[in-house]
């Protein structure tokens, strides 16, 4: 298993800012994901996080709006853009390991943009 | 993509056993079926895993038919605590990891 931190836990923001949001993992793994889940929804994948190059990123999310970085393998930042208050949401980190594509998930950084 | 469908929500009460269906129809070849928990505040929590058959752990079992177009989580005498959103998860498309969720289903635990 993978123990996963974020920081910040949660934060409130002013519309037009920027928050990066740290994730750590206490083991070397092999895939990161960034996920964003509004209250009462189910969880939408932003990007997968790639050592070392740039972030696959899905439909509708943006490198401009949700920069990501990866330096190494135990750690990744995701970083809202510009915010508005249509960001709001819990934002989750979420590794596999090895070969299995079991994931793990952090507790979430829940952000309010007012 | 392999698209999933569950229902929406679920009722049971303590001591039974609790089957949930989710639909895969596109599933590809290399797809593995995971299923995940999660409870209010938290983040999912891993509960089995499996590409064909039966698969079986301390708390669920996985049913998975010849055709894989479907699969069933089922969860022996639920408790209160078992109260919570369970997501089916089809992985592997293409060669590439894409952990999509679909919407989950919510299952509420009776006394």
């Known amino acids: 298993s993978a123990v996963i931190s974020q920081k910040p836990s949660r934060d409130i923001c002013q519309r037009g800012t920027s928050l990066t949001i740290q994730c750590q993992v206490d083991s070397q793994v092999t895939m990161m994901f960034w996920y964003r889940q509004q209250p009462g929804q189910s969880l939408t994948l932003i990007a997968t996080?790639?050592?070392?190059?740039?972030?696959?990123?899905e439909s509708g999310f943006v490198i401009d709006k949700f920069p990501i970085s990866r330096p190494n393998l135990t750690f990744s930042t995701l970083t809202v853009s510009n915010m508005s208050p249509e960001d709001s949401s819990i934002y989750l980190c979420s590794v596999t390991l090895g070969v299995s594509y079991e994931q793990y998930f952090g507790p979430g950084t829940r952000l309010t943009v007012t | 993509l392999a698209k999933t469908t569950q229902p929406i929500s679920m009722d049971s009460y303590e001591g039974q056993e609790v089957n949930i269906t989710c639909s895969h129809n596109n599933i590809a070849t290399n797809d593995y079926i995971t299923w995940y928990q999660q409870f209010p505040s938290q983040g999912p929590r891993f509960i089995i895993q499996g590409y064909k058959t039966k698969v079986t752990n301390e708390v669920a079992s996985l049913f998975i038919p010849a055709d894989r177009k479907s699969s069933t989580l089922s969860l022996p005498r639920v408790s209160l605590s078992d109260t919570a959103v369970y997501y089916c998860l089809v992985g592997v498309s293409g060669g590439s990891y894409i952990p999509t969720f679909g919407r989950g289903t919510s299952l509420i635990v009776h006394p």
């Open positions: 996080a790639n050592q070392g190059s740039e972030a696959t990123y």
